[in-house]
Nanobody
Framework: EVQLVESGGGLVQAGGSLRLSCAAS????????IGWFRQAPGKEREGVSC????????YYAGSVKGRFTISIDNARNTVYLQMNSLKPEDTAVYYC???????????????????????WGDGTLVTVSS
């Protein structure tokens, strides 16, 4: 059974940092696009950052470039999102998603539909106070 389990969310002051983890089980990181998405109350889910498990290619949304860094540990089947210089507008539930085929990285990460990913985690809440 495929599972994606997010952790690392919490409450942080503006300007602070958090590191999210997405631990995957039930499949190996051979050729997947895995990424982080977020959904704030009343807003659409948006792609934050994605990474290819095969070649390390990455995508970042413009709103997080220079502040967030995505990384992957293939041995641990885990994807991380280091979030620095957090802003109140980063407050959201952060979800991890995975789709088979790294070629889908950009399409899946920019899709407004949940159908862009094959699997989803249950999410972790990030709250940034001003």
């Amino acid at each position: 059974e495929v599972q994606l389990v997010e952790s690392g969310g919490g409450l942080v002051q503006a300007g602070g940092s958090l590191r999210l983890s997405c631990a995957a089980s039930g499949f190996t990181f051979d050729d997947w696009a895995i990424g982080w998405f977020r959904q704030a109350p009343g807003k659409e889910r948006e792609g934050v950052s994605c990474i290819s498990s095969s070649n390390g290619s990455t995508y970042y949304a413009g709103s997080v470039k220079g502040r967030f860094t995505i990384s992957i540990d293939n041995a641990r089947n885990t994807v991380y999102l280091q979030m620095n210089s957090l802003k109140p507008e980063d407050t959201a539930v952060y979800y991890c998603g995975a789709v088979y085929g790294s070629s889908w990285l950009f399409t899946a990460c920019t899709s407004k539909s949940e159908d862009g990913m094959d699997y989803w985690g249950d999410g972790t809440l990030v709250t940034v106070s001003s």
